[in-house]
T-cell receptor
Framework: AQKITQTQPGMFVQEKEAVTLDCTYD???????LFWYKQPSSGEMIFLIY??????QNATEGRYSLNFQKARKSANLVISASQLGDSAMYFC??????????FGAGTTVTVRA | GAVVSQHPSWVICKSGTSVKIECRSL??????MFWYRQFPKQSLMLMAT?????????EQGVEKDKFLINHASLTLSTLTVTSAHPEDSSFYIC?????????????FGPGTRLTVT
C-alpha cells in the first residue's frame, strides 16, 4: 500500500518569497513516480512537476522545484518568488506500478501581498 | 496540449434519481481513465479505474452498483450515480491516461460538482 503524508494543513507566505511544502511517502514499489498538483478554488487539478524514483536529478519546472530525498522518502515542493496567483491547495501524489495516483491530504497556501 | 472535459460542470438532482457524468479526452486517446471523488477541503480519493472495452475496477469500499462506470470508447468514460442520496453530494473528477506517450502522464478534467437535494 502507498501512503502520502502532508503535515502542513495551511501556510502563509509573503509575495516574492519562497515557500517549501513538505511531502513524505511510503511504498514498497521499487519504481514509482511523485507528483505535485495545484488546485485553485475553481477545482481544476493543475500538474506542476514530476519526479521519477530513478531520476538522479531533482526536477524543476520554472518556479517549481522538487527536493527529492529518496533515502528519507521525501519529495518537498519549493515554490520560488511566490505570486498572488499561487494561492491554492497543493497536493503531493504518488503513482505506483499500477499507474494509480494516491494523494496526500493537501496544503493550503495563501500568498499575502 | 492534452485536454480532458467533463459534462456537466455542475448538477443538482433530487434524492432517488440517477445522474450521468461524462469524461472526454478531446485531443488524445485514453485507454485508461480514472474517477475520483473529493469532499470539501479534503483530498482526492480514487473511486475506480476505467479501461476501454472492459469492466471498471473499483477501489475498496466503493459500491459498484451505485457508481456505474462505462468506458465505451477511447475518448469517453461515463460515471452514473444511481439512486443518488444527499451523502453522494461531492466533487467528481476524472483523469485520462494517454494510450501513447510517457506512462506517467495523467490529465485531469475540470470536475463535476454534484448536489443531491
Amino acid at each position: 500500500a502507498q501512503k502520502i503524508t502532508q503535515t502542513q494543513p495551511g501556510m502563509f507566505v509573503q509575495e516574492k518569497e519562497a515557500v517549501t511544502l513538505d511531502c513524505t511517502y511510503d511504498t514498497s514499489d521499487q519504481s514509482y513516480g511523485l507528483f505535485w498538483y495545484k488546485q485553485p478554488s475553481s477545482g481544476e487539478m493543475i500538474f506542476l512537476i514530476y519526479q521519477g524514483s530513478y531520476d538522479e536529478q531533482n526536477a524543476t519546472e520554472g518556479r517549481y522545484s522538487l527536493n527529492f530525498q529518496k533515502a528519507r522518502k521525501s519529495a518537498n515542493l519549493v515554490i520560488s518568488a511566490s505570486q498572488l496567483g499561487d494561492s491554492a491547495m497543493y497536493f503531493c501524489a504518488m503513482e505506483g506500478y499500477d499507474y494509480k495516483l494516491s494523494f496526500g491530504a493537501g496544503t493550503t497556501v495563501t500568498v499575502r501581498a | 496540449g492534452a485536454v480532458v472535459s467533463q459534462h456537466p460542470s455542475w448538477v443538482i438532482c433530487k434524492s432517488g434519481t440517477s445522474v450521468k457524468i461524462e469524461c472526454r479526452s478531446l485531443d488524445f486517446q485514453a485507454t485508461t481513465m480514472f474517477w475520483y471523488r473529493q469532499f470539501p477541503k479534503q483530498s482526492l480519493m480514487l473511486m475506480a479505474t476505467s479501461n476501454e472495452g472492459s469492466k471498471a475496477t473499483y477501489e475498496q469500499g466503493v459500491e459498484k452498483d451505485k457508481f456505474l462506470i462505462n468506458h465505451a470508447s477511447l475518448t469517453l468514460s461515463t460515471l452514473t450515480v444511481t439512486s443518488a442520496h444527499p451523502e453522494d453530494s461531492s466533487f467528481y473528477i476524472c483523469s485520462a491516461s494517454p494510450t501513447s506517450g510517457r506512462t506517467y502522464e495523467q490529465y485531469f478534467g475540470p470536475g463535476t460538482r454534484l448536489t443531491v437535494t
